[in-house]
């Protein structure tokens, strides 16, 4: 059984950094796509990145390309999104969510797996 843990949210003001962490155990992910997906009151579970665990293939949502930055340790499996010049809208919890296979990677509900969020709170 996959299991996955993230850490790394908090409060920050606007313009500054975090980077998040998704301890991932319970599998083999050599053919798995890991993405981080956001969701704030109110709104529906967005996509943000992804990440094909075994090529390092990556796709982001446009508002927070070259803000954000998505990569994985294949030795430690964990999963990381720097997250650099944040602003207020980026305020949300934050999911990593895992996967087989990399079709429909932006679609919340074609992940299998998901941890338990954290929250990252941007003030103005």
């Known amino acids: 059984q996959v299991q996955l843990v993230e850490s790394g949210g908090g409060l920050v003001q606007a313009g500054g950094s975090l980077r998040l962490s998704c301890a991932a155990s319970?599998?083999?992910?050599?053919?798995?796509?890991m993405g981080w997906f956001r969701q704030a009151p109110g709104k529906e579970r967005e996509f943000v990145a992804v990440?094909?665990?075994?090529?390092?293939?990556?796709d982001y949502t446009d508002s927070v390309k070259g803000r954000f930055t998505i990569s994985r340790d294949k030795t430690k499996n964990v999963l990381y999104l720097q997250m650099n010049s944040l602003k207020p809208e980026d305020t949300a919890v934050y999911y990593c969510?895992?996967?087989?296979?990399?079709?429909?990677?932006?679609?919340?509900?074609?992940?299998?797996?998901w941890g338990q969020g954290t929250q990252v709170t941007v003030s103005a």
């Open positions: 969510g895992a996967k087989n296979y990399y079709s429909n990677y932006a679609l919340a509900a074609a992940y299998e797996y």
């Open positions: 990440i094909r665990w075994s090529g390092g293939r990556t």
């Open positions: 319970g599998g083999s992910f050599s053919t798995y796509v």
